[in-house]
């Protein structure tokens, strides 16, 4: 019995260290990388501010009770705040739409549009306002920005883009070669090659529970293997 334990264990550890072996290298490589990288400098943090500026004076804002009739719907939330300089009210209706007000006359506030994204980014962007370069209309979202629609990304002349949803106005992502060449290694940690989210697919689970049988087939084999002195 202990003999056709030690050849079993043997066979499925060579096996699996054929099938998987490749994958697991991944794991290591990619986790090696992701724990290497500062998350703060994953996040551009050193490259934006992400401060939203609160209302100081509350005195002749609307009342919260009148902004339901703005919104033609019931409100699950609100919040003012300041947008380039101006108070608003951030209103989120029921069914999850996100709409401005104008918070001194309870008026709707259209979009974002391309003029204003670029002044949101300026005030946001640490570094020089000269690399800020280009405005671009997203109706997509993609690997690199999932979020609300449309937005707009402002793009710098070194490859970063700051994402800004039309409908709040707040710097909602910041996508960095940095935060891409993470990401690379997430999509490779996970198996998610295309979409680079989901950590519950089968080849991720089949690919765990292979690794799992053959760290235990590897101490059976220790066990076996390992000089006993008497």
Same mark, same amino acid.
């Given at each position: 019995?202990?003999?056709?334990?030690?050849?079993?264990?043997?066979?499925?550890?060579?096996?699996?260290?054929?099938?998987?072996?490749?994958?697991?290298?991944?794991?290591?490589?990619?986790?090696?990388?992701?724990?290497?990288? %500062? #998350?703060?400098?994953? @996040?551009?943090?050193? *490259?934006?501010?992400?401060? =939203? /500026?609160?209302?100081?004076?509350?005195? !002749?804002?609307?009342?919260?009770?009148?902004?339901?009739?703005?919104?033609?719907? %019931? #409100?699950?939330?609100? @919040?003012?705040?300041? *947008?380039?300089?101006?108070? =608003? /009210?951030?209103?989120?209706?029921?069914? !999850?739409?996100?709409?401005?007000?104008?918070?001194?006359?309870?008026?709707?506030?259209?979009?974002?549009?391309?003029?204003?994204?670029?002044?949101?980014?300026?005030?946001?962007?640490?570094?020089?306002?000269?690399?800020?370069?280009?405005?671009?209309?997203?109706?997509?979202?993609?690997?690199?920005?999932?979020?609300?629609?449309?937005?707009?990304?402002?793009?710098?002349?070194?490859?970063?883009?700051?994402?800004?949803?039309?409908?709040?106005?707040?710097?909602?992502?910041?996508?960095?070669?940095?935060?891409?060449?993470?990401?690379?290694?997430?999509?490779?940690?996970?198996?998610?090659?295309?979409?680079?989210?989901?950590?519950?697919?089968?080849?991720?689970?089949?690919?765990?529970?292979?690794?799992?049988?053959?760290?235990?087939?590897?101490?059976?084999?220790?066990?076996?293997?390992?000089?006993?002195?008497?």
């Amino acid at each position: 019995m202990s003999r056709q334990l030690h050849a079993g264990a043997s066979r499925v550890h060579k096996w699996l260290a054929l099938i998987i072996g490749a994958q697991l290298l991944l794991w290591f490589a990619s986790g090696s990388v992701m724990s290497i990288l %500062p #998350i703060e400098t994953v @996040r551009s943090e050193h *490259l934006v501010s992400r401060a =939203v /500026a609160p209302v100081r004076d509350l005195s !002749g804002l609307i009342p919260p009770a009148q902004l339901p009739h703005t919104a033609g719907t %019931p #409100i699950r939330s609100l @919040r003012y705040r300041m *947008l380039l300089g101006q108070p =608003v /009210a951030e209103i989120t209706a029921m069914n !999850g739409e996100v709409l401005l007000a104008d918070a001194l006359t309870g008026e709707r506030r259209n979009p974002i549009d391309a003029k204003e994204a670029m002044r949101i980014a300026e005030a946001a962007w640490l570094g020089d306002e000269a690399a800020l370069t280009s405005v671009e209309r997203v109706t997509e979202n993609s690997v690199e920005y999932r979020g609300p629609l449309p937005a707009w990304r402002v793009s710098t002349g070194d490859n970063v883009s700051l994402y800004i949803p039309a409908a709040t106005g707040v710097l909602s992502s910041v996508r960095s070669p940095t935060w891409r060449f993470y990401d690379f290694f997430w999509s490779l940690h996970i198996m998610d090659w295309t979409e680079h989210e989901n950590f519950n697919s089968w080849w991720l689970i089949a690919c765990a529970l292979g690794g799992l049988i053959m760290a235990v087939s590897g101490v059976i084999l220790l066990v076996k293997r390992f000089p006993i002195t008497r």
